[in-house]
T-cell receptor, first 111, second 112 residues
Framework: SQELEQSPQSLIVQEGKNLTINCTSSKTLYGLYWYKQKYGEGLIFLMMLQKGGEEKSHEKITAKLDEKKQQSSLHITASQPSHAGIYLCGVKPDSNYQLIWGAGTKLIIKP | DAGVIQSPRHEVTEMGQEVTLRCKPISGHNSLFWYRQTMMRGLELLIYFNNNVPIDDSGMPEDRFSAKMPNASFSTLKIQPSEPRDSAVYFC??????????FGQGTRLTVV
C-alpha cells in the first residue's frame, strides 16, 4: 500500500525566517494536496499539484512537485505567526477519490 | 456562503448511547466526505457520497456506524451504540470535484 512520509514532524521557526516542509510518497502519485489545520479547526485546502515540476504559490507559501522523486516541498518565506499550525499533505494513488494522508508537520512560529 | 457547517461542535455521551452528527455542505457541491481524526490513526475516510449516493463506505468501522444523505444539503453520521474508542474529531468536507476541498469545523466526540 502507498505510504506518505512528512518531514520534519515538528518545526520551530523564528518569525521572519524561511522554512521548508517535505512530503514523500512511497509510490507513484497522481496528485498531491497540501492542507493547513489549526488546533480545534477543520482543514484548509492550500494547493493541488498534479504535474511533475509544477509549482504553485499562495501568498508567501510555495509548493513544488518532483514527480521523479515522488516528493513535494512546501516553502514558506518570511514566516509569520499566522503560518503556525499543522500542515498535512494528501496524495491520490490513482484517479480515484481516495486520499492517502501524511501524519502532518506541526509548525510553531516564535515571535 | 457560510462554508461547511457541522453540528454539534462538541458532544459528550455515555457508552451505549446513540450519537448523531450533522453536516450541511456548501450549496451546489456534489461530493461529500466524512472523516475521522485521531492522534493515533490520523485522518481516516469513513464514507464518500457523490450526488447524494454513497459511493464508498469501506471506511466505516463497523455496523455501529451509518451515514445518510437524504438530500444535497444535509448529511448525518450516526453511531449506535457508541463506544469509548469512537472518541475522535469527525469532519465533514464537501467539494465540486473528487477531493475534499472544504472542511467543516468538526465535531469533537467524547464517549465516556
Amino acid at each position: 500500500s502507498q505510504e506518505l512520509e512528512q518531514s520534519p514532524q515538528s518545526l520551530i521557526v523564528q518569525e521572519g525566517k524561511n522554512l521548508t516542509i517535505n512530503c514523500t510518497s512511497s509510490k507513484t502519485l497522481y496528485g498531491l494536496y497540501w492542507y493547513k489545520q489549526k488546533y480545534g479547526e477543520g482543514l484548509i485546502f492550500l494547493m493541488m499539484l498534479q504535474k511533475g515540476g509544477e509549482e504553485k504559490s499562495h501568498e508567501k507559501i510555495t509548493a513544488k512537485l518532483d514527480e521523479k522523486k515522488q516528493q513535494s516541498s512546501l516553502h514558506i518565506t518570511a514566516s509569520q505567526p499566522s503560518h503556525a499550525g499543522i500542515y498535512l499533505c494528501g496524495v491520490k494513488p490513482d484517479s480515484n477519490y481516495q486520499l492517502i494522508w501524511g501524519a502532518g508537520t506541526k509548525l510553531i512560529i516564535k515571535p | 456562503d457560510a462554508g461547511v457547517i457541522q453540528s454539534p461542535r462538541h458532544e459528550v455521551t455515555e457508552m451505549g448511547q446513540e450519537v448523531t452528527l450533522r453536516c450541511k455542505p456548501i450549496s451546489g457541491h456534489n461530493s461529500l466526505f466524512w472523516y475521522r481524526q485521531t492522534m493515533m490513526r490520523g485522518l481516516e475516510l469513513l464514507i464518500y457520497f457523490n450526488n447524494n449516493v454513497p459511493i464508498d463506505d469501506s471506511g466505516m468501522p463497523e455496523d455501529r456506524f451509518s451515514a445518510k444523505m437524504p438530500n444535497a444539503s444535509f448529511s448525518t453520521l450516526k453511531i449506535q451504540p457508541s463506544e469509548p474508542r469512537d472518541s475522535a474529531v469527525y469532519f465533514c468536507a464537501s467539494s465540486l470535484i473528487v477531493f475534499p476541498a472544504f472542511f467543516g469545523q468538526g465535531t469533537r466526540l467524547t464517549v465516556v
